[in-house]
């Protein structure tokens, strides 16, 4: 695990070297579902994922089975990011000359 984030009654963790992103149930440790996504930094929402890669690319996914199915993407326009989900309010932050993004986030999941 390199980065993970919590919500959702969930965790969604990246895993090492940027080869996937598991989402996994506290209560008994269970991995939900996986996602072939190499993401710097992941954050759960109700039946899905948000996780950003590397060049800031912001990737929204929904729980399908055992995996994760990308709905979208998009630039955020920072740099080796991070991502929280505050309210209703996704914010990307990076190493950038402006290292804060906010957007307005419906989640396309429920």
Known sequence: MTAGGEGAGMFAVTLT??????????????????????????????????????????????????TVKELAAGPSGADGPIVRLVGAQLVVAGGTVNPIHVAAFTNPCT
């Open 17 to 66: 070297g940027g080869t996937g992103v598991a989402l996994v149930r506290p209560a008994d440790g269970s991995v939900v579902a996986t996602w072939n996504l190499a993401a710097n930094d992941a954050v759960p929402v109700p039946r899905g994922i948000v996780a950003v890669a590397g060049d800031g690319t912001v990737h929204v996914g929904c729980v399908d089975g055992a």
